[in-house]
């Protein structure tokens, strides 16, 4: 399989788990989710793959990791509030806090989509540590999530569901982090590297 077909699929396959809980199963609309994911998360990942691609040739790679992830972040949340109706101000009686944290899981739940498959294809040995670890814990999240859900009573589901949808995206920025990290350090060792070999071929002229 292509790495572009490997892309999508990660990310549909990550916006589908989710999507299937807060769109299929809190809203008993077991089959009705799987179209409107589509039409939503293909469009958004070919933009941010686009992103990825024009960012990889200005920057670092951490540095075009970061933005990028911020990017995808930033575009999922400003269709939550302009398209889903799911803004800050919808409720300003909502408690300060709550409202913080749901946002940032949105944000978090967004960029996780575009950020899964720039993360789980990159093969470098460099962060293969992270890539396994980043693994483990987003099929251990996913688990959870729907674990949770369907043991939940039925007046506890909602609220059950979200918090530990909100926790699984909200707890993957550890490791989107500690893989740009890693880059950091990679590219820093290699400009060094770049350089005691200029500096030792001046030395052989």
Do not use: H
């Not at 077909?5 to 807060?22: K, N, P, Q, S």
């Not at 688990?143 to 059950?160: E, S």
């Not at 550890?174 to 060094?192: D, H, M, P, T, V």
């Amino acid at each position: 399989m292509k790495r572009s077909l490997r892309f999508y699929w990660i990310g549909l396959l990550v916006a589908g788990l989710e999507e299937f809980i807060t769109q299929g199963v809190l809203k008993k609309t077991y089959g009705g989710w799987i179209i409107p994911t589509i039409v939503a998360f293909f469009p958004f990942l070919a933009l941010v793959r686009l992103i990825g691609w024009l960012l990889g040739g200005r920057l670092s790679e951490a540095g075009a990791s970061l933005i990028y992830y911020l990017s995808a972040g930033s575009i999922g949340l400003l269709l939550e509030w302009f398209l889903m109706g799911l803004s800050p101000w919808k409720d300003p009686y909502a408690p300060f806090p709550a409202m913080v944290l749901f946002q940032l899981g949105m944000f978090s739940f967004w960029g996780g989509v575009a950020f899964a498959p720039r993360l789980l294809l990159d093969r470098s040995e460099a962060v293969s540590r992270v890539r396994k670890s980043y693994l483990r814990f987003l099929i251990f999240g996913m688990a959870t999530i729907y674990a949770v859900t369907f043991a939940a009573p039925p007046k506890a589901q909602f609220a059950a569901s979200i918090i530990t949808v909100l926790s699984t995206f909200l707890g993957l920025n550890f490791f989107y982090f500690q893989y740009i990290r890693l880059l950091n350090e990679s590219g820093k060792g290699e400009a060094i590297a770049a350089s005691a070999s200029r500096d030792s071929s001046g030395c052989l002229r």
